[in-house]
């Protein structure tokens, strides 16, 4: 990595229970990086210790709880953090009109909110060395919405739009900001995504009653193997080019759903952008 002056690169990674953050986790720190891997439950961040990382309790959702986090990895590396990986986030399934503002503020908090507060707050240190890395990782519903999960699709539209603005706004900082754009990838997220919609959607009263059918058959099936799914591994590669090469890309896609939707976005308009997108969900559907 040519703008990195350190001994050893350090990182800090949020969300590393499971999936993408845990295989990352490991993957770097294999490759000598000293990882900061974060997670949200006391337990998971005792059991990311006795996997051998050195693991911090880290809250999206509570400012001080990502002060503390900041804190600890500045006052262990002396100042100096090499990059952020903010991976962290959950889906909140449900349509629009069943979305309270409560249940919609909430997956801001963690997928937008949260993410920013931990970002503005290590820029400092990355200034103040002259370099830096912050890779974030977004979805292929950054860029293309999908029916019944406008919460995520809120979220990740909002991060693309932010992480754009900071490239522009860090340009000549040393500072580089790139976005991961994952499909599907094997992890928890539909298990986290069927509690979360258990817990707040109104299924028996709602005018998309008959559709939730099928979305909670999906959500239950934990089987998360679709055609086109793909391992963590994916989005690992993907990351160690932002980590680690001379010209870090701005976007890296990560699965065929994403390349393929990226490209149809380029050449049809709203409404047949709208026909693939309705067709492409249509067995959750009907």
């Given at each position: 990595m040519s703008d990195a002056r350190e001994t050893t690169r350090s990182l800090l990674i949020t969300g590393c229970s499971s999936g993408i953050g845990h295989a990352a986790a490991h993957a770097l720190a294999r490759r000598g990086w000293r990882v900061f891997a974060t997670a949200r439950r006391e337990a998971d961040v005792a059991r990311l210790r006795e996997e051998g990382l050195e693991a911090l309790p880290l809250d999206l959702t509570d400012s001080a709880s990502i002060e503390s986090a900041v804190t600890t990895v500045r006052e262990r590396t002396e100042g100096r953090l090499t990059a952020l990986f903010n991976n962290g986030a959950y889906g909140q399934p449900g349509a629009v009109e069943d979305l309270s503002r409560a249940v919609l503020r909430q997956q801001l908090e963690t997928n937008l909110l949260g993410t920013h507060d931990l970002t503005a707050r290590v820029l400092p240190m990355m200034r103040a060395q002259g370099h830096g890395r912050i890779v974030q990782n977004s979805s292929v519903l950054g860029f293309a919405a999908l029916p019944y999960r406008g919460a995520y699709v809120c979220s990740k539209f909002a991060l693309e739009g932010l992480t754009d603005t900071l490239r522009q706004e860090l340009k000549g900082s040393g500072i580089h900001v790139s976005l991961i754009q994952p499909g599907p990838i094997t992890s928890r997220f539909r298990e986290n995504a069927y509690r979360a919609f258990q817990a707040n959607i109104d299924t028996a009263h709602s005018a998309h009653a008959d559709t939730y059918r099928k979305v909670e058959a999906r959500l239950a099936s934990q089987d998360g193997k679709g055609l086109f799914t793909l391992g963590?591994?994916?989005?690992?590669?993907?990351?160690?080019?932002?980590?680690e090469s001379r010209r870090p890309r701005p976007r890296y896609a990560v699965t065929l759903p994403t390349h393929l939707f990226a490209a149809l976005k380029r050449v049809?308009?709203?409404?047949?952008?709208?026909?693939v997108l309705l067709r492409a969900t249509r067995d959750e559907r009907e």
């Open positions: 963590p591994d994916a989005v690992v590669a993907k990351l160690i080019h932002a980590l049809l308009g709203t409404r047949g952008m709208d026909g």
